[in-house]
């Protein structure tokens, strides 16, 4: 795996992360390389302050932040520890990280985005430009051609201002905008929505994993969770906007209720929407975190899982793969790893090397799913 960049006579190193030995996938691609060089091209003054928002693994935080002050801001925890070692291993200067919970940094010189995936999250992103920044700002986003639309450029000019793009390079396009709209459209901060079969609502911030509709999994788990008056915590690892914590909060009112994901937005409406369906008496906890990384072993009774299988834009199942080793790890003797999946994903296979043959049981499927439960 590739793992040095060099641009304009630089060299860094730049790893994924969490950090992996048999690793196929680059912590930059050629979006990355594009912005740089044009950047280098308008040749800016030393000491300018660069907003870099959603910076994957912490490319251009590491390539700029030698000779300007950086601020990066991202929802993914991830991304922002991916950054970190990257800076560490270049030893280069320290910058400032923001999450989507925080305030637009004051007097930012030059914002550079990556698109993000979905049209809520970059309306939500262009709105917070449109309201924090001078319109001589020049903001510079960029993305694989074939995923910026007439559409995507619609939302520039309508949330944000002016905008136009460059010719591709490597299959990459620029898009040049600034916040100069003065009739803007505004992006909602939530969308909110009942649950089907169940007596709460969710409200979701913008980069919530499916945050406009309840996820088919989540709804074929909702029916098969346990109730257990002795259960005395539970964990809800990937817990997107709650909708499993909830439910399991309302069947063991006795539970301990720890969510964690690594999107700061997920872990935010995890929290409202835990508070607003069980009230604020209850011990709940929410935790911005990659898997369980350092939560102690054989302290909880249960974890319940809807993992994911993409980390950014590439397909995986490593995070899964994690989840459950973490799980395993985490579960007193005794505790149980409940798990959903689409069939195809064989994480019996995955669990039954974990926790052996005996340990693994199939507690329902359907067309597309299966629900197995792991005991160590
Ligand atoms: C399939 S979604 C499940 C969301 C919710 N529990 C549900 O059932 O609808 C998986 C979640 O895992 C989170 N996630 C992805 N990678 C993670 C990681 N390394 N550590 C913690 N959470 C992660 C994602 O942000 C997402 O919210």
Known sequence: MKTELTVNERSLTLCRFPKRSNETLQAWDAGDEYLINHVESMGLDKGQHILI??????????????????????????????????????????????TT???LPSKVDLVLLQLPKSNRHLTWILTQLRQGLNANVPIIA????????????????????????????????????????????????????????QNYSLKNRANVYSGDSLDLGARFILEHLPQDPTLSDFIDLGCGNGVLSIKMGQLNPQ????????????????????IAALGDKRKIACVANNCLDGFQAETSSMVICNPPFHQQQAITDHIAWQMFCDAKHVLKQGGKLLVIGN??????????????????????QN???????ATK
């Open 53 to 98: 928002i959603n910076d994957s693994f912490g490319a251009l935080s590491c390539y700029f932040s030698p000779y300007h002050q950086v601020t990066m801001m991202s929802d993914s925890f991830i991304s922002q520890q991916g950054a970190k070692a990257n800076l560490k291993q270049n030893q280069s200067k320290s910058i400032e990280f923001l």
């Open 101 to 103: 919970m925080d305030e």
């Open 142 to 197: 960029v993305n694989k051609a074939k995923e910026i639309h007439t559409s995507t450029l619609k939302l520039f000019e309508q949330y944000l201002g002016a905008t136009t793009t460059s010719l591709a390079w490597k299959k990459h396009r620029l898009v040049f905008s600034c916040a100069n709209q003065t009739a803007p459209k505004q992006a909602e901060i939530y969308s909110e929505w009942a649950v089907d079969k």
């Open 255 to 274: 539970a301990h209720i720890t969510c964690v994901d690594e999107s700061f937005m997920a872990v935010q409406s995890a929290k409202e929407n835990l």
């Open 343 to 364: 069939r195809h994903l064989g994480y019996d296979v995955k669990l039954v090397r974990l926790f052996g043959k005996t340990q693994v049981k199939k507690v329902a």
């Open 367 to 373: 067309k597309k799913f299966v629900i197995l439960q």
